[in-house]
């Protein structure tokens, strides 16, 4: 890693490959994996992401919003992307940028259909989302026998994927659960998949699902987390690695005195003489005021340095006594040689509320 002089979320596309690679090695050769990269791929860079995804073999993509759609078709994306949550305003855009919206509910089928048809368009793929147990969004298994009469009465679209998704993949407590969501999946495709005429991608399993319930990959895979580097257990982070790592320098060193304070509301009161140093980025990069307060720490030349004190807009403070540092020094927030994971475990909150916070402020550098 190449010493940095500004804040920089550095990319490295060769641990995307590497964990890429280690998915895969997963799957059976003829189950196809969706790479969810909502969130400027999980906050990282969600165009170079794709591309390289492209590149090395990824069959599908995934995005939360129309917009992160059409944003990789503009960045020159070919494959096909699902649009997990659109609204019946964003349709048009939806065909118009040839993504393939998840129908949910009654009323985005209705009106997905009333759209496909006044644009004339015949065999339009969708995928249909079946709620089996999370009660996010999704049909209701008992709507089967209505979604068979409504896709019978209409040429417009056509059902390229079933898919339904899992509530407690990562947690062996909800087992019993999880066994219960797969059952009830399979119950709703034995109702609706003898009615059509082509066999949709069937499709349910995250991150942790891929890893913990090989029995139900079904057609394809859909993993977000994972390609980044975090596999919801310490076992699995270790065969992973980290794609961003984000570090800075240290802006100005202070040598505060005993009884003396550090930053906004005075939160940190120097119970002895301090060193600290205060670090070019703050809430508005993503480092939220929850990581303040000693609860987690950043790395300063191999050692851990607590955050002080209220985290502030664009800086925060750490304590660097005892640490032989100096200003103009690279700092290590989380990434390559410190864990996200437990950076954020640390303040209370998981690596996804982490790193796709990061904000677009922060300098995307791509590597590898
Ligand atoms: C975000 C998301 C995923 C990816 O989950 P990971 O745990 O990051 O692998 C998969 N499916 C759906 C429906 C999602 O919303």
Known sequence: MSQTSETVLEIDLSALEH??????????????????????????????????????????????????????REGGIQKPILVLHPQSTNFEEVIENDLIPNIY?????????????????????????????????????????????????????????????????????????????IENYQKTLDKILPKLDDQPIRHLCNTSGI??????????VRTGIGLYGFG?????????????????????????????S?????????????????????HADGINRIYGKQKTGVLVNGQ?????????????????SGIDCQEGDEVILFGKDKSAEEFAHNAGTISYELITSISQRVKRKIIN
């Open 211 to 220: 890893i913990n319930y090989p029995e139900a990959h079904y057609d394809m």
């Open 304 to 320: 851990i340095a607590p955050i002080i004190g209220n985290v502030c807009m664009d800086m925060l403070m750490i304590d660097i």
């Open 105 to 181: 509910s009654k009323f985005t089928l209705e009106a997905f259909v009333k759209t496909a048809e006044k644009l004339q368009l015949k065999n339009y793929p969708i995928h249909l989302k079946i709620n089996t147990g999370l009660n996010r969004l999704g049909f209701d298994p008992e709507d089967a026998a209505w979604l068979n009469h409504k896709l019978a009465e209409t040429k417009a679209i056509k059902v390229e994927g079933i898919f339904s998704h899992l509530a407690a993949s990562e947690d062996e407590a909800e087992r019993e659960f999880t066994l219960y969501q």
């Open 232 to 260: 919801n257990s310490a076992a699995e982070d270790k065969k992973l690695k980290p794609v961003g790592t984000l570090k800075t320098i240290i802006s100005q060193i202070h040598h505060i005195k005993e009884g003396e």
């Open 262 to 282: 550090v930053g906004y509301n005075r939160v940190f009161k120097a119970p002895l003489a301090t060193k600290t140093a205060t670090l070019p980025l703050g």
């Open 19 to 72: 964990n890429y690679n280690y998915l895969r090695s997963k799957l059976s050769p003829e189950t196809k994996m969706l790479g969810v990269v909502k969130a400027f791929a999980y906050g990282n860079d969600s165009v170079e992401i794709a591309k390289r995804l492209s590149k090395i073999g990824i069959d599908y993509f995934a995005v939360a919003y129309t917009r992160e759609g059409i944003s990789l």
